[in-house]
């Protein structure tokens, strides 16, 4: 059992609606050190990849992104939810549905930030049904640049995100996929990676 998985089984809750609480470490307070480490995993599964920009999204990945970013010594950008879209052609912009608020926000990257030149680790939180990591390849795509990988601290693989973004060739480094878990019990399981 990895670092995060541990910390999963100490610190997480399995709330009804499969939904996994870590907000004692990971998206409400934080832990930089656990952060630390996986920054550290990140870079030993992306060895040998270009990563010139980490791209993100407001809010949980943020944390995360900045200190992973200091293991590739790249700049970190998220994408930021709109509140009043001003379409001025300079941001690109993607569509995303919550899965924990199961709202629908437009995301947006200034184009200043991203160009064609840039080969990118996404990074966020965790991954579900894949809507937030869509968008961030959407943007991507907007911006010429290249997807180099994808990390996510936290894949619920229960459900269809992670087969979906595999399916479309994406080197997708989960660091604990939660396999089952049951918020009667509490009980998780990951898978063996
Ligand atoms: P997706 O877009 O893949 O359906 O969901 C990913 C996003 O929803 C993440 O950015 C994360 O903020 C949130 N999310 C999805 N599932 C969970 C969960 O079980 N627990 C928490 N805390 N956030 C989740």
């Known amino acids: 059992m990895n670092c995060l998985e541990a910390r999963i089984v100490k610190d997480g809750i399995v709330k009804e609606g499969n939904v996994l609480k ?6 409400h307070q934080m832990d930089p050190e656990l952060f630390n480490e996986m920054g550290r995993e990140w870079k030993r599964r992306f060895e040998g990849k ?3 920009k980490i791209l993100t999204i407001e809010a949980s990945g943020i944390g995360i992104a900045c200190i992973a970013a200091q293991h590739f010594g790249v700049p970190v950008v998220f994408a930021k939810k709109a509140k009043s879209i001003n379409l001025d052609g300079e941001m690109y912009t993607a569509e995303v549905e919550s899965f924990t608020h199961k709202n629908k926000n437009q995301v947006i990257v200034s184009k200043k930030f991203l160009n064609e030149n840039d080969h990118l680790l996404l990074i966020d939180d965790f991954l579900a049904n894949g809507c937030a990591l869509q968008g961030l390849i959407q943007i991507a795509k907007a911006a010429g640049a290249t997807v180099e990988g994808i990390g996510i601290a936290v894949e619920k693989g229960f459900q269809a995100g992670g087969q979906i973004i595999r399916n479309l060739g994406y080197q997708l480094e989960s660091l604990a996929i939660v396999e089952e878990m049951n918020w009667e019990t509490g009980e998780i399981k990951f898978r063996e990676q």
């Open 22 to 27: 870590v907000d004692s470490f990971l998206n």
């Open 50 to 52: 270009t990563i010139t």
